[in-house]
C-alpha cells in the first residue's frame, strides 16, 4: 500500500492507517502493545490511536510472547461464523501473539509476521481468537510454518495464560480455550477478520 507525501505529515492511526502485511493471510504485520516483561495490561484507544492503560494485570501471570493486532483487522459475523461455541464475536482487531527469540522489550512496534495457527477462545461468551505466529526473519523461529513445529510446552503456556489471566478466586472463570487451531484454519480467521473489516469501515 502506498501513500501519498501529505499522510507522512501525521502518525497513522495502527489500526486503520497501516495495511494488513505483504501477503495476508500467510504473512501479516502486527502491532505490538504488550511484551513478555509488562505487568500491565496496554490496548490501543480505538479513537486516538494512542497506547492506553486499560489496567494493571489482575493476576501473577504475564505474557509469554508479544502480543498485539493485525491492522485493519476486525472480528465480527465471519468471524464468530467460524466458531462452533460463541454467538458472536468481540468486535476489536483481530489478536496476535508473536514468538521471537530474542526478547523484544518495548510495545508500539510493528512486525512482519508468519501466520502459524491460532487459540479458539472464548471471552464471556464471545469469540476472542489469538492468531499465533513466528516473527519472519527470526534467526530460530522465522521458518516454522506449522503449530505443529512448536514445543509442546510452548503452546500449553498460551493456552494456560489465555484461560487463566482473568481469573480471580472470588469472580467466576471468564474465558475458555474451546481448541488449538493449525495454520489452515487460522487462515480462514485472517481472513474472515478482513472481510469483516471491510464490511464494517470499507476498503479505502
Same mark, same amino acid.
Given at each position: 500500500?502506498?501513500?501519498?507525501?501529505?499522510?507522512?505529515?501525521?502518525?497513522?492511526?495502527?489500526?486503520?492507517?497501516?495495511?494488513? &502485511?505483504?501477503?495476508?493471510?500467510?504473512?501479516?504485520?502486527?502491532?505490538?502493545?504488550?511484551?513478555?516483561?509488562?505487568?500491565?495490561?496496554?490496548?490501543?484507544?480505538?479513537?486516538?490511536?494512542?497506547?492506553?492503560?486499560?489496567?494493571?494485570?489482575?493476576?501473577?501471570?504475564?505474557?509469554?510472547?508479544?502480543? &498485539?493486532?493485525?491492522?485493519?483487522?476486525? @472480528?465480527?459475523?465471519?468471524?464468530?461464523?467460524?466458531?462452533?461455541? &460463541?454467538?458472536?464475536?468481540? &468486535?476489536?482487531?483481530?489478536?496476535? @501473539?508473536?514468538?521471537?527469540?530474542?526478547?523484544?522489550?518495548?510495545?508500539?512496534?510493528?512486525?512482519?509476521?508468519?501466520?502459524?495457527?491460532?487459540?479458539?477462545?472464548?471471552?464471556?461468551?464471545?469469540?476472542?481468537?489469538?492468531?499465533?505466529?513466528?516473527?519472519?526473519?527470526?534467526?530460530?523461529?522465522?521458518?516454522?510454518?506449522?503449530?505443529?513445529?512448536?514445543?509442546?510446552?510452548?503452546?500449553?503456556?498460551?493456552?494456560?495464560?489465555?484461560?487463566?489471566?482473568?481469573?480471580?478466586?472470588?469472580?467466576?472463570?471468564?474465558?475458555?480455550?474451546?481448541?488449538?487451531?493449525?495454520?489452515?484454519?487460522?487462515?480462514?480467521?485472517?481472513?474472515?477478520?478482513?472481510?469483516?473489516?471491510?464490511?464494517?469501515?470499507?476498503?479505502?
Amino acid at each position: 500500500m502506498s501513500f501519498p507525501p501529505s499522510f507522512y505529515r501525521w502518525r497513522p492511526h495502527p489500526w486503520h492507517g497501516l495495511s494488513v &502485511g505483504p501477503n495476508p493471510p500467510k504473512i501479516v504485520q502486527a502491532y505490538i502493545e504488550l511484551t513478555p516483561f509488562d505487568l500491565v495490561k496496554y490496548e490501543v484507544d480505538k479513537e486516538t490511536g494512542y497506547l492506553r492503560v486499560d489496567r494493571p494485570q489482575r493476576t501473577s501471570s504475564q505474557p509469554p510472547t508479544l502480543y &498485539g493486532f493485525i491492522p485493519r483487522t476486525y @472480528c465480527g459475523d465471519n468471524v464468530s461464523k467460524l466458531s462452533k461455541t &460463541g454467538d458472536k464475536s468481540d &468486535g476489536d482487531p483481530l489478536d496476535i @501473539c508473536v514468538i521471537s527469540e530474542r526478547p523484544i522489550n518495548r510495545s508500539e512496534v510493528i512486525l512482519t509476521s508468519r501466520v502459524i495457527g491460532g487459540l479458539q477462545m472464548l471471552d464471556r461468551g464471545e469469540v476472542d481468537d489469538k492468531i499465533i505466529a513466528v516473527l519472519v526473519n527470526d534467526n530460530f523461529w522465522g521458518n516454522i510454518t506449522s503449530i505443529n513445529d512448536l514445543p509442546s510446552n510452548m503452546v500449553d503456556r498460551m493456552q494456560h495464560y489465555f484461560s487463566t489471566y482473568k481469573n480471580l478466586p472470588s469472580a467466576p472463570i471468564q474465558t475458555s480455550i474451546e481448541k488449538v487451531y493449525g495454520e489452515k484454519h487460522a487462515h480462514k480467521v485472517v481472513n474472515a477478520s478482513i472481510l469483516d473489516y471491510e464490511q464494517a469501515f470499507g476498503t479505502g
